[in-house]
C-alpha cells in the first residue's frame, strides 16, 4: 500500500521550518508505529522482535550488510513529540480510509 499522503500529511502538519528533522525517513517511522500498535508491543519489543522478512517488507536500509534500525528512543519520539496525540490519531484514521479504499479497489477489481 502506497503511504505518500500519510507522509506528505506528516510533512506539513508536523513539521515545521524551524524544526528539528530527524535521521530516519519519514515512511519508515510510519511504519514501524503501525507495526508497533498491529502488534501491540513496546517500543523496543516493536524493534527487537522484527526480523529479516519483516526488515525487507518495511524497506528497512542496509548499510554494509545489517539493517539500520531506529532505536526505540527514536520510535517513541517520533511518535509522541512528533505526531502527538492528535497527530497520531489523524494518521490512523487516514491509514484506515487507505486500507478501505484499497480493499475496494481489489474487490471491484478497480484499477483508478
Known amino acids: 500500500m502506497d503511504l505518500t499522503l500519510a507522509e506528505e500529511h506528516i510533512k506539513t502538519k508536523c513539521y515545521s521550518k524551524d524544526s528539528r528533522k530527524f535521521t530516519f525517513d519519514i515512511g519508515l517511522m510510519l ?13 523496543r ?15 528497512i536500509p ?8 531506529p532505536s526505540s528512543s527514536s520510535l ?6 512528533r505526531l502527538g496525540e492528535e ?5 490512523m484514521e487516514l491509514l484506515v480510509a487507505l486500507v478501505l479504499q484499497a480493499l475496494h479497489k481489489s474487490i471491484t477489481g478497480d484499477a483508478h
Request: a positive charge.
Open 31 to 43: 511504519r514501524l508505529v503501525v507495526l508497533k500498535q498491529f502488534r501491540n508491543l513496546s517500543f
Open 45 to 59: 519489543k516493536t524493534l527487537y522482535s522484527l526480523t529479516n522478512e519483516d526488515c525487507l517488507n518495511l524497506r
Open 62 to 69: 542496509e548499510i554494509n550488510g545489517e539493517y539500520r534500525i
Open 76 to 81: 517513541h519520539g517520533f511518535m509522541k513529540y
Open 87 to 91: 497527530g497520531f490519531r489523524e494518521i
